[in-house]
T-cell receptor
Framework: GNSVTQMEGPVTLSEEAFLTINCTYT??????LFWYVQYPGEGLQLLLK?????DKGSNKGFEATYRKETTSFHLEKGSVQVSDSAVYFC?????????FGKGTTLSVSS | DTEVTQTPKHLVMGMTNKKSLKCEQH?????MYWYKQKAKKPPELMFV???????INESVPSRFSPECPNSSLLNLHLHALQPEDSALYLC???????????????FGSGTRLTVV
């Protein structure tokens, strides 16, 4: 079946530190992959996406590359800000369903 | 308009009440979804509507009743809920092409429901 595994949090960083949140997936076929972000008290916002192998999604300084050989879609940012504190969900889409990982809480301090 | 609008933002209801959650989008998306999200958990799919027809019901109790009156509106009718139903209820929409969802979902901000 289809599933998403992402690293357990919380992840605690200082401002301007480098961020990596690992995400791996299991799927039949070639799903589209996404990162969503949820700020406290809000709904989910699409952060970036990739629809085929070797695609790189990017937005607001965040990047993730669709790696078919390692079935991974790790989220990275070179220099985090306090405003990046949120919960990050990796997700895959196969057919109609969007399947989420468990989420990773990021806390950035100044 | 690139938003999904959900009302109300907050709702407190008793276990004998009947209430409805509303979701609206004007992006021309033909797939609409209800998700339930408990604190510190990922969203869980409840219902999927495709071209205004219910296509997926993830074994949701009958006290939750979805309705899709037209291509822009999605309702979730609530009746005789339990305290454990307290959660953030998220609506989402997505374009479809050839029956397949394309390029992810747009989520609303959610309705935070408390059952007392």
């Amino acid at each position: 079946g289809n599933s998403v595994t992402q690293m357990e949090g919380p992840v605690t960083l200082s401002e301007e530190a480098f961020l990596t949140i690992n995400c791996t997936y299991t799927a039949t076929g070639y799903p589209s992959l996404f990162w969503y972000v949820q700020y406290p008290g809000e709904g989910l916002q699409l952060l970036l996406k990739a629809t085929k192998a070797d695609d790189k999604g990017s937005n607001k300084g965040f990047e993730a590359t669709y790696r078919k050989e390692t079935t991974s879609f790790h989220l990275e940012k070179g220099s985090v800000q306090v405003s990046d504190s949120a919960v990050y969900f990796c997700a895959l889409q196969a057919g109609t369903a969007l399947i989420f990982g468990k989420g990773t809480t990021l806390s950035v301090s100044s | 308009d690139t938003e999904v609008t959900q009302t109300p933002k907050h709702l407190v209801m008793g276990m004998t009440n009947k209430k409805s959650l509303k979701c609206e989008q004007h992006m021309g998306h033909r797939a609409m979804y209800w998700y339930k999200q408990k604190a510190k958990k990922p969203p869980e799919l409840m219902f999927v509507y495709s071209y205004e027809k219910l296509s997926i019901n993830e074994s949701v109790p009958s006290r939750f009743s979805p309705e899709c009156p037209n291509s822009s509106l999605l309702n979730l009718h609530l009746h005789a809920l339990q305290p454990e139903d307290s959660a953030l209820y998220l609506c989402a929409s997505s374009p479809q092409r050839g029956g397949q969802v394309v390029y992810g979902y747009t989520f609303g901000s959610g309705t935070r429901l408390t059952v007392v």
